[in-house]
C-alpha cells in the first residue's frame, strides 16, 4: 500500500490515518520548531514568549556539551501554484492539499523544519499573484519556515514581489535579488531559526542564469559566490549557527561548485533540475538534495547536528500520491482564491489584452467566433455528434465545481478564451462555453459568411485539416488520460454531410 512512504513515527494522534508499519522508529523532535525572524506582527506575543524562552536555554544549555541533535527537513520546489490539483482525471499526485495531510500524519506536532527552494509563484498574471496571496496562506498553515525566490517569482517586479511579501507575510528569502536601480537587497537574505536549543541558519539564493531572460522590472540577481563570500562571514560571526541551510535555486553541478567553495554550508537544497535526487550527494562539507516536480514529491533529509557538525544523514523522496486524501484547510483555501477571482476585474476580462499564448488551437485573428450553435443548421449530423460528447459539456464540469471563474482552468474548457472575440468571463454561462466546433476548427465568422452565399466558386476560406497535435493542445500532461489519436477520435468523429 503506497499511501505513505515510510511512516517514521507510530505515535500517532486519534483519527489518523492507518500506519503501514508499526515497527518502524519514532522520530519525532523533542521541542518545536520556533521562528524568531520578523515575528509578524500579531504574534508579537508569542515572540516574546518564544524569545524568552530560547534566552533562558540558550544560556543554560547551549554551547559546549549541547545534546546531539536531530533535525527532521521537509521540502518542496517548483510547486508551481499547485494548491490543488485541476481534476481533470483521475491519477493526479501532489498538491499542497496532499502534503498537508502527509506532513499531519508523519508530523502531527509540526516539529520538523519546512523549507520551499522556490517556484511556488505559477506565472506572472494578475490572478497568479492572487492565486500566490492564497498559496502563501497554505505555505504558513503547512509550517513552513522559509521560502526562497526562485525563476518565477523573481519574473516579478521588485515592487510587486515587496507589494506581496508585505501583504501575505510569506516568509520570502533572497540573499542575491537586489533593486536594479537602489542596488538594496529586495527580500531579507536569510532566517535565523530556533529550534531544540539549536540556531540554524536558512539561506536563500537563485541562480542568475535561472532568470537570465525572464527578470521581473527593476530586479538583479547578483553573482551567487560574490553573495556568499559577503554573507557567510557576518552569519557565522551574529549568529553562530549550529546548521547552515542554503535553499539554492539552481542546478546540481552549480550546487556542487558551491558546495566545493563554501565548507560552512551544511546542507543545500536545490533547485533548478529536471527531477528529484536520486541519491543524497556530499561535497566538501556539505550535503545536497533536491526535488521538483509542482508540488508532487517532498524531500525528506534527517540529520543530527553535532557540537562539531552534522552525522547521519538520511534522505528520501516522497511521492504525493493519489490516495492521500486532499486536505479539507487547505481545499478551502483554493476554493477561497476561486470565489475571489469570481469577484476580481483581471486584464484578460477586457479585450484586446489577450494573451499570445492561448491554448486554442487554430484560431484565426481577423476571424470571429460565433458558438457552435451557429453551425449546427449546415452541419446537422456533425453537430448532434458532438452534442453527444463530453466536449459539450465542457464547462458545465467547470460550473458544477464552482472554477467557471478560474482564468486556469476556463481555457480549455471553453472556446477561444484570451483572443479578442473569444469566451470572456463577463458571459457566464450564455455563450462560447464549452469545447465548440470552433475550439479545435477555429473561429468561423469568415467561413458562415461565405458558405451562406451557396456560391462554392465564392469560397475563398477554408478550414485548415486537423489531426491529433490539435488535440494534444488540451488532452496532454495532467490534463488528460494517456492522448492516443486512435482511441480519442472513434468516440467524437464526424465529418461531411452525407
Ligand atoms: C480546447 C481544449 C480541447 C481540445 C482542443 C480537445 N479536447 Fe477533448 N476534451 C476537452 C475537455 C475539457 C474534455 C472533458 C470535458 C468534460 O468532461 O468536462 C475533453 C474530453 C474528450 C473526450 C472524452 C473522454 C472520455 O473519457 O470519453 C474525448 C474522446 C476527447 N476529448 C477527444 C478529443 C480529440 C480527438 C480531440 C482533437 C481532435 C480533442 N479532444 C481536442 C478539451 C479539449
Ligand atoms: C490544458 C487544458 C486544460 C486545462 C488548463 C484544464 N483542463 Fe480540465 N480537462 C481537460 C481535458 C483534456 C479533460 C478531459 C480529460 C480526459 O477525459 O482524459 C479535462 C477534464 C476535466 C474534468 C473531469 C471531467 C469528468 O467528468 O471527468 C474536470 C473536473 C476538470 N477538467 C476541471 C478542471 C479545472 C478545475 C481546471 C482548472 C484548475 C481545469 N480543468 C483546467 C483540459 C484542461
Ligand atoms: C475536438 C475537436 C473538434 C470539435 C469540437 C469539432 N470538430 Fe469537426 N473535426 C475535427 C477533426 C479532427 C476532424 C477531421 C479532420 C479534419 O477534417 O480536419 C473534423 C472534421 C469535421 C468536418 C469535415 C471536414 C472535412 O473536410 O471533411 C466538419 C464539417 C466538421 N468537423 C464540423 C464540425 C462542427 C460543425 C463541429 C461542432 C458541432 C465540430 N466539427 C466540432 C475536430 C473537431
Ligand atoms: C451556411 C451553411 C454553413 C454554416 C453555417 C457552416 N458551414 Fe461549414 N461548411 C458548409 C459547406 C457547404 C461546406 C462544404 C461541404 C462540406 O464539407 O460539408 C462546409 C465545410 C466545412 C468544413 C470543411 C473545411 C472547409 O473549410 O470547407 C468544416 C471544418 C466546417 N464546415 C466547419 C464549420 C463550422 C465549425 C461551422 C460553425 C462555426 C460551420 N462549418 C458553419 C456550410 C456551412
Not at 537563485?206 to 557567510?232: F, H, Q, R
Not at 563554501?262 to 533547485?271: P, Q
Not at 527531477?275 to 526535488?291: G, M
Request: charged share 20%; glycine share 8%; hydrophobic share 35%.
Amino acid at each position: 500500500m503506497p499511501f505513505f512512504t515510510k511512516p517514521d513515527c507510530t505515535l500517532l494522534g486519534p483519527g489518523l490515518y492507518p500506519v503501514a508499519s508499526a515497527t518502524v522508529p519514532c522520530t519525532i523532535l523533542r521541542s518545536p520548531t520556533r521562528e524568531q525572524v520578523i515575528p509578524p506582527r500579531a504574534n508579537l506575543l508569542k515572540a516574546v514568549t518564544i524569545f524568552l524562552f530560547t534566552a533562558l536555554f540558550s544560556t543554560s544549555c547551549r554551547k559546549e556539551d549541547a545534546p546531539d541533535t536531530l533535525f527532521q527537513i521537509y521540502f518542496t520546489a517548483d510547486v508551481n501554484g499547485r494548491l490543488e490539483p485541476c481534476g481533470c482525471f483521475t491519477g493526479q499526485y501532489g498538491g499542497l492539499t496532499r502534503i498537508d495531510t502527509w506532513l499531519k500524519y508523519n508530523d502531527p506536532e509540526a516539529t520538523s523544519l519546512r523549507l520551499d527552494v522556490g517556484d511556488a509563484l505559477k506565472g506572472t498574471t494578475d490572478y497568479d499573484v492572487i492565486h500566490y496571496e492564497h498559496l502563501a496562506a497554505a505555505f504558513q498553515r503547512l509550517n513552513y519556515s522559509a521560502l526562497n525566490a526562485g525563476s518565477r517569482e523573481a519574473s516579478l517586479s521588485a515592487s510587486d514581489l515587496q507589494t506581496l511579501v508585505a501583504k501575505t507575510g510569506a516568509p520570502l528569502i533572497s540573499a542575491n535579488l537586489i533593486d536594479s536601480i537602489s542596488g538594496e537587497p529586495v527580500l531579507p537574505a536569510y532566517r535565523i531559526i530556533d529550534s531544540q536549543n539549536r540556531k540554524i541558519a536558512v539561506i536563500g539564493l537563485i541562480d542568475p542564469k535561472s532568470v537570465a531572460n525572464t527578470i521581473g522590472k527593476n530586479l538583479e540577481a547578483v553573482a551567487m559566490e560574490t553573495t556568499l563570500s559577503n554573507l557567510l562571514p557576518g552569519i557565522e560571526s551574529e549568529h553562530k549557527p549550529d546548521l547552515t541551510i542554503l535553499l539554492a535555486f539552481t542546478t546540481e553541478e552549480t550546487m556542487r561548485s558551491l558546495a566545493k567553495q563554501f565548507y560552512e554550508l551544511d546542507v543545500i537544497l536545490g533547485g533548478d533540475v529536471p527531477q528529484p535526487s536520486q541519491e543524497l550527494v556530499t561535497e566538501n562539507e556539505s550535503l545536497i538534495l533536491f526535488t521538483t516536480n509542482q508540488a508532487r514529491a517532498v524531500g525528506d533529509l534527517k540529520v543530527t547536528v553535532t557540537d562539531s557538525g552534522t552525522t547521519d544523514p538520511e534522505f528520501d523522496i516522497h511521492l504525493m500520491e493519489e490516495g492521500i486524501p486532499q486536505s479539507p484547510e487547505i481545499l478551502a483555501i483554493s476554493k477561497e482564491y476561486r470565489e475571489l477571482i469570481r469577484n476580481t476585474e483581471l486584464a484578460i476580462d477586457t479585450p484586446g489584452s489577450a494573451s499570445d499564448d492561448s491554448v486554442i488551437p487554430g484560431s484565426d485573428f481577423g476571424h470571429e467566433y460565433t458558438g457552435s450553435q451557429s453551425c449546427a443548421a449546415c452541419h446537422p449530423t456533425a453537430y448532434a455528434a458532438w452534442q453527444k460528447s463530453r466536449h459539450a459539456h465542457a464547462f458545465t464540469t467547470l460550473v458544477k465545481g464552482r472554477t467557471d471563474a478560474d482564468p486556469n482552468c476556463i481555457g480549455c474548457h471553453s472556446v477561444g478564451f484570451g483572443e479578442t472575440s473569444g469566451y470572456r468571463r463577463e458571459y457566464g454561462e450564455t455563450r462560447l462555453t464549452n469545447v465548440g466546433c470552433e475550439s479545435c476548427h477555429g473561429p468561423g465568422s469568415e467561413h458562415i459568411k461565405q458558405r451562406a452565399l451557396g456560391d462554392p466558386s465564392k469560397v475563398t476560406f477554408q478550414f485548415r485539416p486537423l489531426g491529433a497535435s490539435d488535440c494534444t493542445k488540451c488532452h496532454h500532461g495532467e490534463f488528460s488520460r494517456p492522448f492516443k489519436w486512435e482511441e480519442f477520435w472513434p468516440l467524437i468523429r464526424h465529418g461531411k454531410e452525407p
